[in-house]
């Protein structure tokens, strides 16, 4: 089994940034993708971002590409997603990610192994 524990979420007025942390724990050898996923009420659960540990490969969502970075350690311990030039829209709680599979594991919840417990994002107009 793996843990995936996210920090550093909060609110924000558009047009700032926040940096999201998530600590992996458990059996991290097993990891080969991590990503960030978010919510909003009443919407389904949406790719933000993924990166594979072989190579760090990325992907983004094209609603955050240009503002946010996904990147990890080399100890699959740690991936971080940079927020920049947030905006209202990208209110919702993010949720940490990891998969035994590639970085295509990423591309859709319903593939996801691991989940964190979510962490909330607010982003006031």
């Known amino acids: 089994q793996v843990q995936l524990v996210e920090s550093g979420g909060g609110l924000v007025q558009a047009g700032g940034s926040l940096r999201l942390s998530c600590a992996a724990s458990?059996?991290?050898?097993?990891?080969?993708?991590m990503g960030w996923f978010r919510q909003a009420p009443g919407k389904e659960r949406e790719t933000v971002a993924g990166i594979s540990w072989s190579g760090g490969s990325t992907f983004y969502a094209d609603s955050v590409k240009g503002r946010f970075t996904i990147s990890r350690d080399n100890t699959k311990t740690m991936v971080w997603l940079q927020m920049n030039s947030l905006k209202p829209e990208d209110t919702a709680v993010y949720y940490c990610?990891?998969?035994?599979?590639?970085?295509?594991?990423?591309?859709?919840?319903?593939?996801?192994?691991?989940w964190g417990q979510g962490t909330q994002v607010t982003v006031s107009s």
């Open positions: 990610a990891a998969g035994r599979n590639g970085i295509a594991t990423m591309t859709s919840a319903n593939r996801v192994e691991y």
């Open positions: 458990g059996r991290t050898f097993s990891i080969n993708s």
